[in-house]
């Protein structure tokens, strides 16, 4: 595929102004099936017993790892830069049910 400018593989992506602003998760909920993967972004509040998920992304198994690829790279780039990101233990999550009915959710925590 070509643009006008001649220059191949380039990908033209468009950034409403609703999803330019983002969201904030301190929770993430990834569940998965055999065929796909589900990523629920969640904010949790401190002393609040619920939250709900503020986005769900859902990819195929390839997707998801290059994904997984991306991000390693991101942080070893950061870290490069701005110093070694510090991990704090989650505290644990009570799960009510199971997202997407789906087995196996792995839970990052954020300091809820």
């Known amino acids: 595929m070509e643009n006008n400018n001649g220059s191949a593989n380039e990908i033209k992506i468009e950034l409403s102004p609703e999803v330019a602003k983002g969201i904030y998760s ?3 909920i990834i569940s998965h099936g055999p065929s796909e ?3 629920d972004f969640i904010t949790m509040a401190p002393n609040m017993p619920q939250a709900k998920v503020q986005a769900r992304v859902v990819m195929t198994p ?3 790892k290059n994904l997984l690829m991306a991000l390693n790279d991101n942080i070893r780039k950061y870290e490069a830069t701005f110093g070694e990101i510090e991990r704090k233990l ?3 999550v009570p799960q009510q049910g ?3 009915d789906l087995p196996n959710p792995f839970i990052m925590g954020g300091n809820a």
């Open 26 to 28: 301190n929770l993430a």
């Open 98 to 100: 199971n997202p997407g």
């Open 37 to 39: 993967f589900f990523m």
């Open 62 to 64: 390839e997707n998801a």
């Open 90 to 92: 989650p505290k644990a």
